[in-house]
């Protein structure tokens, strides 16, 4: 074989490998879905961004934020020592709409009825029918736990990834008041990606 026919050869190897290549990394490219997730503590006069593990005293406020990147299912599930509840009725909510629980004005309130107040957020650009059941009056917290780990082996993100690149803010938080610096916290939330879907969790420790 001379030289020019195995550098032909190389080259058209090369361009096969490449092209093989390409449809694959497309794809997971296109399966990435990504969200800006937040929730607002407000603790007598001074508020400020959770962080999962972080501690809550009773009577502490808070509000949770999630703005998807495109259009997505938004569920919220709160699980404290008894049982797993959907705290919103999930819609397919249109690209850069941010949602604002309880609202934009109003807070939750711990209680300090539990010990743990954790908090699960799930953006899916399709409908998890299995969150239906979530609203079932006895759906224990067991059930939820496995329904949860399955989510997040589906939304894990198998290659290596870099720094998220920042998307833009394209909506406001409607209702929301701006003494209380919603808008300002709305856009300084951290990205969050997944695979398929993203499932974001807060688990706090309540004292009292």
């Known amino acids: 074989m001379n030289a020019r026919l195995k550098t032909l050869l190389f080259l058209s190897l090369s ?21 800006k997730v937040g929730i607002l503590i407000k603790a007598a006069d001074k508020m400020k961004s959770a962080k999962n593990r972080d501690r809550l005293m009773v009577g502490d406020l808070f509000r949770i934020y999630v703005h998807p990147e495109a259009m997505s299912f938004i569920y919220v599930v709160h699980g404290d020592n008894k049982r ?15 949602l604002a629980l309880p609202s934009g004005l109003d807070f939750y309130q711990v209680d300090g009825k539990s010990p743990v107040e954790a908090f699960t957020i799930i953006c899916s650009p399709i409908e998890i029918k299995e969150l239906a059941t979530l609203t079932e009056p006895k759906m224990s917290l067991n059930k939820w736990a496995a329904l949860e780990v399955d989510l997040m082996q589906k939304s894990k993100i198998t290659l290596a990834q870099g720094s998220e690149p920042p998307f833009a803010i394209a909506g406001s938080v409607r209702g929301a008041d701006q003494r209380e610096g919603s808008d300002s916290f709305a856009g300084q939330l951290q990205i969050f990606s ?5 499932v974001k969790k807060y688990e706090f420790q309540v004292q009292k």
């Open 194 to 198: 997944g695979r398929n879907l993203i």
């Open 15 to 35: 361009w096969f490998t490449l092209f093989c290549r390409i449809p694959q990394t497309m794809a997971e490219e296109e399966n990435i879905v990504r969200a």
């Open 84 to 98: 797993a509840t959907l705290l919103n009725m999930s819609d397919l909510k249109p690209q850069g709409s941010i």
